[in-house]
């Protein structure tokens, strides 16, 4: 199929319209702050139009950061009434306010991306000497207080964390959060800009507010909430994001002679073993962790694909998950659904639990393509492409009709669809979508 020239402009204006002065709103009203990870994808859509934009929404991103190298899921530039929870209830004493939680650090994969998209090498040379400091810093982080026994493995505190709100692979270890029963009241906001069918439960929103009250009352003590806090996983998208992070920081550091290799290397060697430690031989997938349990959550989900992503997949286990996803491929019209379709926790329009969405499937189809299979990252690029054509660039898409679901005029899809229709050559993939 071939890309429609039309919607370039279109995507383009959505990031415009989005844009609130140095940092872009995933949609107006539904999400009027910063994201983490939409800002990681957001700069590379900018980054094929506007390089100065780009690198600054970046910048802004990095207001948010605190001082302890923590990079935050939020930050609230500035107050809007539209959406919950918003910064009173996080109760973070700083400025510009922020969320006391994190999300998948693309920052260092997408900083490499712009750097290797950029028409202007010197101010990306420049940028890039600023970010990179900042960008270790919050790597040290993950090492220092969300590993603290260097299991190669990321414990994550709340499913926000994880990008992935809802995701079915999440059910149980919710389950098992006591709601607070003095959790203060609270309207949602959500469910007055989407439908109520496309968004997460009721009570699942109440154990997501129980998990900042927990939070609050620990002081944010990130070594005591590894701990004792009552959700905590390992993810998939958490811990394969971070280890090509990883990989990204380490090429910048050789790049830009930096000279923190070594230490990188060795969170790398940890990571490797710790998300291949993750592989289910039988079902031929990767499978999340419950870190209550030690046990794994045996749902398929996209973010089982990504160890591709990572690059720590063998050959083989690459083979196996290309099968896997052949078959899921026979149960819907659109790749990628968010989880396994023949699964009974699938729902087709429920937000993360059937959904698809284009930035995962940019992740997962960059790894296919890393590893040899081009076909299937071709088709999964243009199965996205397909759907912004067809049902607009819509937050997320039903995998079996198409029809474009939770809000609307979407910043992170209008950059993906950016990024991949004006290069198709997927930036170090060594191989074209
Ligand atoms: C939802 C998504 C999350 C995203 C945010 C803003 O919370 O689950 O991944 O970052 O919206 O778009």
Excluded at 148 to 177: C, I, K, M, Q, Y
Excluded at 325 to 335: D, F, I, K, N
């Amino acid at each position: 199929m071939q890309i429609q020239e039309s919607l370039v402009p279109e995507a383009q204006q959505i990031l415009q319209a989005n844009d609130r002065g140095g940092f872009t709103v995933p949609t107006a009203g539904l999400y009027p702050f910063q994201w983490l990870w939409d800002a990681g994808f957001t700069a590379l859509g900018w980054m094929q139009f506007d390089e100065a934009r780009a690198w600054q929404e970046l910048d802004l991103l990095f207001q948010g950061q605190w001082s302890n190298g923590m990079l935050p899921h939020i930050v609230f530039h500035r107050p809007e009434a539209t959406y919950f929870p918003g910064p009173e209830r996080w109760g973070v004493a700083r400025t510009p306010p922020t969320s006391a939680i994190t999300q998948p650090p693309v920052v260092a994969s997408v900083v490499r991306w712009m750097l290797e998209r950029a028409r202007n090498p010197v101010l990306a040379e420049e940028k890039i000497r600023s970010l990179y400091p900042r960008i270790l810093a919050y790597h040290r982080w993950f090492k220092r207080e969300r590993d603290p026994h260097n299991t190669g493995l990321v414990t994550v505190l709340h499913p926000w964390e994880t990008g992935a709100d809802n995701s079915p692979a999440w059910d149980e270890a919710l389950g098992r959060v006591t709601v607070d029963p003095d959790l203060p009241p609270y309207t949602r906001r959500d469910t007055s800009h989407v439908d109520p069918s496309q968004r997460p439960h009721q009570s699942e929103y109440d154990r997501f507010l129980t998990l900042l009250e927990v939070y609050k009352r620990a002081g944010f003590d990130q070594l005591r909430l590894v701990r004792e806090c009552p959700f905590r996983v390992a993810s998939l998208l958490i811990d394969c994001v971070l280890h090509r992070a990883n990989r990204d920081l380490l090429w910048l550091s050789e790049r830009f002679g930096f000279g923190d290799e070594a230490e990188i290397a060795g969170w790398l060697e940890a990571s490797r073993q710790g998300i291949e430690s993750l592989w289910d031989e039988g079902a031929g997938l990767y499978f999340n962790r419950d870190l209550r349990t030690g046990q794994p959550i045996r749902v398929g989900v996209s973010a089982s694909f990504l160890p591709l992503f990572a690059g720590t997949a063998s050959p083989e286990r690459a083979r196996r998950l290309l099968g896997t996803l052949e078959a899921w491929a026979g149960r819907v019209r659109y790749l990628v659904p968010s989880t396994d379709p023949s699964s009974p926790r699938f729902e087709a329009q429920r937000y993360w639990r059937g959904p698809v969405w284009a930035v995962v499937n940019y992740l997962i189809a960059l790894g296919f393509s890393e590893y040899g299979y081009g076909e299937m990252a071709g088709r999964i690029r243009q199965d996205t492409l397909e759907l912004c054509e067809t049902a607009g660039f819509s937050e997320y898409f039903h995998p079996l009709t198409g029809q474009g679901l939770g809000g609307g005029s979407f910043s992170w899809t209008a950059a993906i669809y950016l990024a991949w229709s004006q290069s198709p050559h997927t930036p170090g993939a060594g191989g074209s979508l």
